[in-house]
């Protein structure tokens, strides 16, 4: 498996009515205990660039919150897991709250977890989310997303974006059939910015209304941060430039002024991908999820083009021929 996606039942919110349910639990303790148990179980099938995104509630009791995404995340580190994100999925709509002395809650935590040991070493297609949003810059940890209407008969689907960007984000679009290993993508700067972006808009006209070349844009690049004020104080990289590219950098400088480092971290663009040396075919990453409930994460994956898997104490009949 290169990812799992998944939503287990929350401590005593809702009752499945299997004796081997998960969420029932006496005290959030041996839930959160239960949990990473659970997750431990995970270890075996996951490739050493897996991730595990979990998605967790908290409950209240007798009035006040038990804190179990909280302990969750203290309790997977001493389990061995890494954390990579905590995710706060936000909701702008949600169930009325009837109480007159809280708020309505409006979040719920995601991690983002692996057990490789360097940051480096799992995967992330930090490209592929952002794209997917239309965005050059990196999305973020807080996801404003609207809870799913149910397509079918299971009380707690979540939404497909959440699997879906997670899915974007930690599941290789192609991994080697014989090592495992995933591919990662090579990447080059354009001369295009993000037009979302005024300021990146404003840089753009003035790079053309001024004639600048793709010279200039080379040389504002090698110059980067070192040329921006405080950078300059503190770097000493920029006597590494030949003469003509700070040059050209400064006439750059002089026709964009305030703009200029719109240029010096330039959206990237998608040129290949890298991989291993096997030469064996490649083929899609697989997702698992292990509590797939109406199976929205495996629906996902597959429109996606990965592999997919799920399990449930119960499987819906319509699911029985996808996972
Ligand atoms: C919150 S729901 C998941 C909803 C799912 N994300 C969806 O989109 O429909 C939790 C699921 O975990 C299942 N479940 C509870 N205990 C389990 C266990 N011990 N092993 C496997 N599945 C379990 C329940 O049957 C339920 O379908």
Redesign the pocket.
Same mark, same amino acid.
């Given at each position: 498996m290169d990812l799992i996606v998944?939503?287990?039942?929350?401590w005593r919110r809702?009752n499945?009515g299997?004796p081997?349910?998960?969420?029932q639990e006496p005290t959030p303790e041996a839930y959160v205990e239960a949990l990473v148990e659970?997750l431990d179980g995970w270890r075996h099938v996951l490739r050493p660039h897996a991730s595990v995104f979990v998605?967790l509630g908290d409950t209240y009791r007798d009035g006040f919150l038990m804190g179990v995404p909280a302990r969750f995340e203290v309790a997977v580190r001493q389990a061995g897991w890494n954390v990579a994100n905590h995710i706060v999925w936000t909701k702008s709509v949600g169930r009325p709250e009837p109480r007159p002395y809280r708020l309505a809650s409006r979040h719920e935590a995601i991690f983002h977890l692996t057990l490789a040991r360097r940051a480096t070493h799992y995967f992330f297609d930090l490209f592929a989310l952002s794209a997917d949003l239309g965005r050059s810059a990196n999305p973020g940890d807080v996801w404003d997303l609207h809870p799913?209407r149910s397509r079918?008969d299971?009380i707690? !689907? &979540?939404p497909p974006e959440l699997a879906r960007r997670a899915i974007l984000v930690a599941c290789p679009e192609r991994v080697c059939t014989s090592c495992g290993r995933p591919f990662t993508r090579r990447l080059a700067p354009t001369a295009e910015l993000d037009p979302s972006r005024p300021q990146a808009v404003r840089a753009m006209e003035l790079f053309r209304q001024h004639g600048l070349t793709d010279a200039h844009l080379a040389a504002i690049r090698a110059v980067g941060i070192s040329d921006a004020g405080k950078g300059k104080a503190l770097q000493n990289g920029a006597g590494r430039n030949a003469e003509h590219v700070k040059e050209l950098a400064a006439e750059a400088k002089k026709a964009l002024g305030g703009y200029f480092r719109e240029f010096t971290f330039a959206p990237k663009r998608h040129v290949g991908w890298e991989g291993c040396d096997c030469g064996a075919p490649t083929t899609p990453g697989t997702v698992l999820? !292990? &509590?797939?409930?109406?199976?929205?994460?495996l629906r996902v994956a597959q429109e996606l083009g990965r592999h997919a898997r799920g399990?449930?104490?119960?499987v819906p009949d319509q699911l029985k021929t996808v996972h």
């Open positions: 998944t939503s287990p039942p929350y809702r499945y299997h081997k349910q998960l969420g659970v998605n799913a079918s299971h707690a !689907p &979540f999820d !292990p &509590f797939m409930g109406s199976g929205t994460t399990v449930d104490l119960v």
